[in-house]
């Protein structure tokens, strides 16, 4: 009687070990058979086949079947076991040789270049495949090979990707944005399914769904971040508040339901308050007052530097007088006009920035609220007021580059006028200015006023000296 009771539930007994880990059929076939056998045994003394069944799982750890199968493996199939070995070798090797490119990089010492280089060829072309041929070894029953070619494509994407960036080689934007897509809609998908699918009871299908886009956001944050593109940073509040209010809690109440506690809405609703706490202080989180601090010095300098700057010129144009000929006036008059027009300009955005913060009028050296990032991005960026700036500096330095031979005294116009340059692009159209807090901003605004005067004095007393 017990033996056809155990034949008709024989699916169900090798499905359940399956889920725990065993997929290597010669093996499972004699867990199996010894699980049949103790079945038998135990229902030999009576009791019904639920409860034996239960009793004979429970006698068997969870974890301890995929290393009874893996030992099998390693014991039963010497190729595999060899393919085992030289993966950890390469692990190690590249691991130790990645890290140690990373130590080098962070020091400045030479050949860090070439270390990460090894460390991350080994790691895609030696270690990653060894690793997914052996993990597929060991699921071959309960994963299809694309999971794994999957697997192995995205970590080499973004390795590649990461090992371009640090490098500063081409390709590297590309590298990274095809490894994170598709690890978001090709790997984490898969995953999440599989482990779905094996899970025990399927009743908390939002735990999934909750990782899964957290795990995506954090990704995307990371790829906006590393690409500067607009809105990382609130791609990057949005990832850690998925992770701390909604991820960390349903993880802890999964924790209390597997340990048998029934009540886990206390726990649930301490762990939400507690995320957005922490949400809120990482929203607040600023740079520290040191900082700002050395930005609001550095700004009055600056300005004073300016003001000192514009006296020398004055006095120079003041020096030379009437007797000067009229086209070298002219010029000179021109010069002085289109730098005032671009130190007005700086004015106009300092002034707005101060009143955008409620401080209208306040010396720089007074200005309380350094923190704010608003300031920057609505009266320099989102205004058009910064953009504007930069191409008036590039005429300035065009119009410059034609009256000036010299190319000395050009290259120092140009150090002047950094902003003239690629470098105003990002200074006043990207994440620089719509994420900076607003003393930085200011700084920035202080460093090209200063830049412009310079350049005024330089190309004005060239002229007077070649004239």
């Not at 949400?279 to 989180?285: K, P, R, S, W």
């Not at 700036?389 to 950094?418: C, K, W, Y």
């Not at 340059?421 to 460093?447: C, F, H, K, L, Q």
Request: hydrophobic letters at 45%; charged letters at 20%.
């Amino acid at each position: 009687m017990s033996a056809a009771v155990i034949d008709e539930n024989y699916d169900r007994i090798r499905g359940d070990l399956i889920s725990r880990g065993l997929t290597y059929d010669r093996l499972l076939e004699d867990i199996v058979d010894h699980v049949c056998c103790m079945l038998e045994e135990e229902m030999g003394q009576g009791k019904d086949f639920e409860s034996s069944y239960q009793r004979v799982l429970n006698a068997i750890p969870d974890k301890q079947l995929p290393l009874i199968q893996h030992q099998t493996l390693l014991n039963l199939n010497k190729q595999y076991q060899r393919m085992k070995k030289i993966t950890y070798v390469f692990g190690l090797i590249s691991t130790v040789i990645m890290v140690l490119g990373a130590l080098f990089k962070r020091l400045h010492w030479p050949g860090a270049g070439i270390l990460l280089t090894v460390g991350v060829l080994m790691t895609v072309f030696g270690f990653l495949p060894l690793y997914f041929r052996s993990s597929y070894q060991e699921l071959k029953e309960k994963t299809k090979p694309i999971y794994h070619i999957v697997g192995y494509l995205t970590l080499s994407f973004i390795l590649l990707g990461a090992l371009c960036k640090s490098q500063h080689w081409p390709g590297a934007g590309v590298l990274l944005t095809v490894g994170v897509t598709m690890t978001v809609f090709g790997f984490l998908p898969y995953y999440f399914r599989l482990s779905y699918r094996e899970m025990e009871e399927k009743k908390n299908t939002i735990y999934g769904i909750v990782g899964y886009v957290t795990l995506v956001l954090l990704l995307a944050g990371a790829l906006f971040k590393i690409m500067h593109w607009p809105g990382a940073g609130w791609v990057i509040y949005t990832s850690i508040g998925f992770l701390v209010i909604g991820f960390v809690p349903l993880y802890v109440a999964n924790l209390f339901q597997k340990g048998g506690k029934e009540k886990i809405l206390l726990p649930y609703l301490v762990m939400v308050v507690v995320g957005i706490s922490l949400v809120m202080l990482i929203g607040n989180a600023r740079i520290p007052k040191e900082t700002l601090d050395l930005y609001r010095n550095e700004a009055v300098s600056d300005e004073i530097q300016t003001i000192q700057i514009r006296e020398r010129t004055a006095s120079l144009m003041e020096a030379a007088g009437d007797t000067l000929p009229v086209n070298l006036q002219m010029t000179l008059n021109l010069i002085h006009d289109k730098s005032r027009e671009l130190l007005v300009m700086i004015s106009v955005m300092q002034d707005g920035m101060k009143e955008f913060v409620g401080q209208p009028g306040v010396e720089t050296a007074e200005i309380t609220a350094m923190d704010n990032r608003r300031a920057g991005r609505e009266i320099v960026a989102e205004s058009g007021l910064g953009w504007e700036f930069v191409l008036g500096s590039r005429d300035f330095r065009a119009m410059l580059g034609e009256i000036i031979e010299d190319p000395v005294t050009m290259s120092q116009i140009d150090n002047h006028l950094h902003l003239s340059s690629t470098i105003g692009t990002v200074e006043y159209g990207g994440a620089d200015v719509t994420e900076s807090p607003m003393i930085r901003v200011y700084y920035v605004n202080g460093a090209a006023a200063m830049g412009v005067a310079l350049s005024e004095y330089v190309a004005i007393q060239y002229l007077l000296q070649h004239r």
